[in-house]
């Protein structure tokens, strides 16, 4: 059948090309089909109904050579020669006078995109049409959704991706929000871009305040999407992942039970400071009756007695603060913390190497995830640097606690020493009763020099008591700190496992890697397909141009009116 765009006097070429492939062909077989590039495009409504598709079809003309294209056209045009075309039984072909690109558009008579699109528009709460949308101002909000359309044939839902670009007008368009679009300034207007990865459904939202509501057509271009990727190398990774979260999750939640554990310590530390701040206190108090007992001491035994016993509580009482202070020092420093989490099976220090070595191996595979995991993932790794972070702090505070534990250990260390040499001096004196007298004066002085300095020690207990107060709270966050980076990894445990085993995953990539043969849209006879692209467009919301009035005819003129004008002199009205 010829269709009525093919001049007559191509008609004779074409019998002749006919009767050439019919000597060269046998019979009943068809002939290949040429090598092309297709571009189908669609006119949508503004509401997203397909309202025509044809395909542009270009090959790569040679002189003399028949080129065969198959598929059920309504209507053909040679875009680029005047060379003829001949449609028969779905098989178009033509021969190029001379070489050269040629371009042929044709009209489908049925065609299913791969997608489905709708577009809905409310207006201040209330759904409207396109037309009523036309001019109006409120509350705007366009929803446009793509789902895939199982009458079309092929698998371009599944290879195609869709570029989505809408443009508004920032004079009648305020307040823009389009979740999910890239934004760019185009003089006074702003275009959103969406991107719909291949096989996957989707509903697009823009919301704006807008005045003399006007949009213009809505472009949709389809191409197909193919990634460079080393599938196994990613594989690997995959798996290296999958590993690594594993440690990292067993490494947290043993690190968690350290610190609750110390933290339990601490709790038990805090609860025993009452009893080192009233033991001091009553140090202190039993210095104050020592040196009122001094200040009327006489030369009798009975008041030799009480010397000797409020000695021996002082000295007994100092030998305890020293052992308490001693075991305070050894107990609060952060080898000691070190040693309580190795006798729970975790080691600081390989924690923190493999702390660095898990941010860094997070960030070397971050660029290789999907995006619902990198969101994750760069959690995780705040989290990791936080504890990294609080691994420091912990060693800091706990060596300067240390310190002044030290500080506290050697003083009462050095009072229990220097008191014990007192004790002995008051025994001395006990026992050599006639020089005792002669001695009151410097035992006086000393009592009053060391219930003079008592005080300092007494309110550096009260200080200690309070950092280890402090430490616990301290203490406190760091196990909730702990118990958070230990369900984040948990959680990305939980993400990661059995991740290369993922059937949705492996399609995905499977899909993306693919590099076997394009497929035709017009027709599966077409076997050379280079490439398809889908370039789809909806209808614009206008509104309708106000009508022009026409002026009233003017009155015709007499031959003296006429007189009057042509000299310019005539004025009308």
């Given at each position: 059948m010829n269709l009525h765009l093919l001049p007559r006097r191509a008609a004779a070429g074409l019998l002749a090309a006919a009767l050439l492939a019919g000597a060269?062909?046998?019979?009943?077989?068809?002939?290949?089909?040429?090598?092309k590039e297709e571009i189908v495009y669609a006119n949508l409504s503004a509401e997203g109904e397909v309202t025509g598709v044809y395909v542009v079809s270009q090959f790569d003309g040679v002189a003399g050579q028949t080129i065969t294209d198959y598929g059920d056209y309504t209507a053909l045009r040679n875009m680029t020669t005047t060379d003829p075309l001949n449609y028969e039984n779905g098989v178009l072909t033509l021969t190029p006078a001379e070489d050269g690109k040629i371009y042929c558009e044709g009209t489908l008579a049925e065609a299913q995109l791969p997608w489905l699109f709708e577009l809905t528009y409310t207006l201040d709460g209330a759904e409207v049409s396109p037309e009523e949308l036309a001019g109006k101002s409120g509350a705007l909000v366009l929803t446009l959704s793509a789902k895939e359309n199982p009458a079309c044939e092929g698998d371009f839902f599944n290879q195609y991706a869709l570029q989505i670009n809408l443009t508004l007008d920032t004079h009648k368009a305020q307040n823009i929000v389009a979740p999910g679009a890239t934004v760019a300034n185009v003089g006074s207007n702003k275009q959103l871009t969406f991107l719909v990865l291949p096989g996957q459904e989707t509903t697009l939202t823009v919301s704006a305040d807008v005045t003399d509501f006007a949009l213009d057509p809505i472009s949709i271009n389809g191409v197909r999407m193919r990634l460079s990727l080393d599938s196994g190398a990613l594989t690997d990774s995959i798996g290296a992942l999958t590993d690594g979260s594993t440690q990292l999750n067993d490494g947290a939640q043993a690190l968690k039970d350290g610190i609750d554990q110390v933290k339990a310590g601490l709790d038990a530390l805090n609860a025993q400071s009452s009893a080192l701040t009233g033991g001091s206190a009553q140090v202190r108090s039993a210095l104050t009756q020592l040196q009122g007992a001094l200040a009327g001491v006489s030369a009798s035994t009975d008041q030799l007695d009480t010397l000797l016993n409020g000695s021996a509580q002082i000295r007994d009482g100092l030998h305890q603060l020293n052992e308490g202070a001693a075991q305070l020092e050894s107990q609060l420093s952060y080898q000691a913390y070190k040693e309580i989490l190795a006798q729970n099976g975790l080691d600081l220090d390989e924690l923190a190497a493999g702390n660095d070595q898990a941010i860094q191996m997070l960030n070397n595979l971050a660029s290789f995830l999907p995006g619902c995991l990198r969101g994750q993932i760069d959690q995780i790794i705040l989290l990791l640097e936080g504890n990294r972070a609080n691994l420091g702090a912990i060693q800091t505070y706990l060596d300067a606690v240390n310190q002044g534990a030290q500080a506290l250990s050697d003083g009462a260390a050095t009072l229990d020493e220097n008191y014990a040499v007192f004790d002995a001096g008051i025994r001395q004196l006990a026992a050599t009763l006639t020089d005792m007298v002669g001695n009151l004066s410097l035992l006086t002085d000393a009592i009053n020099t060391l219930?003079?300095?008592?005080?300092?020690?007494?309110?550096?207990?009260?200080?200690?008591?309070?950092?280890?107060?402090?430490l616990q709270a301290g203490a406190a966050q760091l196990a909730e700190g702990a118990a958070q980076l230990a369900a984040g990894t948990q959680e990305l445990y939980t993400q990661t496992n059995g991740l290369g085993e993922n059937d949705q995953l492996n399609s995905l990539?499977?899909?993306?890697?693919?590099?076997g043969q394009t497929q035709?849209?017009?027709?599966?006879?077409?076997?050379?397909?280079?490439a398809v692209q889908f370039a789809l467009q909806t209808?614009?919301?206008?509104?309708?141009?106000?009508?022009?009035?026409?002026?009233?005819?003017?009155a015709p003129l007499n031959f003296w009116q006429k007189l009057l004008k042509l000299f310019g002199l005539y004025k009308e009205g």
């Amino acid at each position: 059948m010829n269709l009525h765009l093919l001049p007559r006097r191509a008609a004779a070429g074409l019998l002749a090309a006919a009767l050439l492939a019919g000597a060269v062909l046998p019979a009943g077989a068809a002939a290949p089909s040429t090598s092309k590039e297709e571009i189908v495009y669609a006119n949508l409504s503004a509401e997203g109904e397909v309202t025509g598709v044809y395909v542009v079809s270009q090959f790569d003309g040679v002189a003399g050579q028949t080129i065969t294209d198959y598929g059920d056209y309504t209507a053909l045009r040679n875009m680029t020669t005047t060379d003829p075309l001949n449609y028969e039984n779905g098989v178009l072909t033509l021969t190029p006078a001379e070489d050269g690109k040629i371009y042929c558009e044709g009209t489908l008579a049925e065609a299913q995109l791969p997608w489905l699109f709708e577009l809905t528009y409310t207006l201040d709460g209330a759904e409207v049409s396109p037309e009523e949308l036309a001019g109006k101002s409120g509350a705007l909000v366009l929803t446009l959704s793509a789902k895939e359309n199982p009458a079309c044939e092929g698998d371009f839902f599944n290879q195609y991706a869709l570029q989505i670009n809408l443009t508004l007008d920032t004079h009648k368009a305020q307040n823009i929000v389009a979740p999910g679009a890239t934004v760019a300034n185009v003089g006074s207007n702003k275009q959103l871009t969406f991107l719909v990865l291949p096989g996957q459904e989707t509903t697009l939202t823009v919301s704006a305040d807008v005045t003399d509501f006007a949009l213009d057509p809505i472009s949709i271009n389809g191409v197909r999407m193919r990634l460079s990727l080393d599938s196994g190398a990613l594989t690997d990774s995959i798996g290296a992942l999958t590993d690594g979260s594993t440690q990292l999750n067993d490494g947290a939640q043993a690190l968690k039970d350290g610190i609750d554990q110390v933290k339990a310590g601490l709790d038990a530390l805090n609860a025993q400071s009452s009893a080192l701040t009233g033991g001091s206190a009553q140090v202190r108090s039993a210095l104050t009756q020592l040196q009122g007992a001094l200040a009327g001491v006489s030369a009798s035994t009975d008041q030799l007695d009480t010397l000797l016993n409020g000695s021996a509580q002082i000295r007994d009482g100092l030998h305890q603060l020293n052992e308490g202070a001693a075991q305070l020092e050894s107990q609060l420093s952060y080898q000691a913390y070190k040693e309580i989490l190795a006798q729970n099976g975790l080691d600081l220090d390989e924690l923190a190497a493999g702390n660095d070595q898990a941010i860094q191996m997070l960030n070397n595979l971050a660029s290789f995830l999907p995006g619902c995991l990198r969101g994750q993932i760069d959690q995780i790794i705040l989290l990791l640097e936080g504890n990294r972070a609080n691994l420091g702090a912990i060693q800091t505070y706990l060596d300067a606690v240390n310190q002044g534990a030290q500080a506290l250990s050697d003083g009462a260390a050095t009072l229990d020493e220097n008191y014990a040499v007192f004790d002995a001096g008051i025994r001395q004196l006990a026992a050599t009763l006639t020089d005792m007298v002669g001695n009151l004066s410097l035992l006086t002085d000393a009592i009053n020099t060391l219930a003079g300095q008592y005080p300092e020690l007494d309110n550096g207990i009260s200080a200690y008591t309070n950092a280890v107060g402090q430490l616990q709270a301290g203490a406190a966050q760091l196990a909730e700190g702990a118990a958070q980076l230990a369900a984040g990894t948990q959680e990305l445990y939980t993400q990661t496992n059995g991740l290369g085993e993922n059937d949705q995953l492996n399609s995905l990539l499977s899909m993306l890697t693919d590099e076997g043969q394009t497929q035709s849209f017009v027709s599966a006879e077409n076997t050379e397909v280079e490439a398809v692209q889908f370039a789809l467009q909806t209808e614009g919301i206008t509104p309708e141009a106000a009508p022009v009035e026409e002026e009233p005819a003017a009155a015709p003129l007499n031959f003296w009116q006429k007189l009057l004008k042509l000299f310019g002199l005539y004025k009308e009205g």
